[in-house]
């Protein structure tokens, strides 16, 4: 059977080693399971819900972020809540499109410049 890395979080006392373990595809760990019912249950963004990322899985914003990221690349997720995984990875593709579309628009000349 074929495995594929998923994310476990390394303070989870249960975890020794690696923060990638190997399970098989059409299995999720339990971190991700909460991740993805924790995003079932608070799509909207905002501090509170910052806060209780805190404190329901004792990791920063950013680090839920990065798992989330890599749960949702998982077969497994995608057969456990298609609609949910689907709406994630479009809302990853827009961020990380409009973030190249700010990258890569050439600054406005100077009009000081423009007197010389």
């Given amino acids: ?6 994310m476990c ?8 080693g690696s923060a990638v373990t190997a399970l098989p595809t059409d299995e999720l760990s339990e971190l991700a399971k909460r991740v993805l ?11 509170t ?8 899985f004792d990791m920063s914003p ?3 972020y990065q798992v989330l990221n890599r749960v949702i690349d998982l077969p497994a997720a995608l ?6 995984v ?3 990875q479009r809302l990853r593709h827009d961020r990380t499109r409009a973030r190249a579309a700010r990258a890569f628009v050439a600054p406005a000349p100077d009009p000081r410049e423009e007197e010389r």
Avoid: C, N, S, W
């Fill in 1 to 6: 059977m074929p495995t594929t890395p998923t």
């Fill in 9 to 16: 979080e390394t303070r989870d006392p249960t975890v020794t």
């Fill in 37 to 47: 019912a924790f995003e079932h249950d608070r799509a909207q963004h905002d501090r």
């Fill in 49 to 56: 819900k910052e806060a209780d990322i805190r404190v329901q």
């Fill in 62 to 64: 950013a680090r839920y």
């Fill in 79 to 84: 057969v456990l809540d298609p609609q949910l």
């Fill in 86 to 88: 689907g709406r994630l």
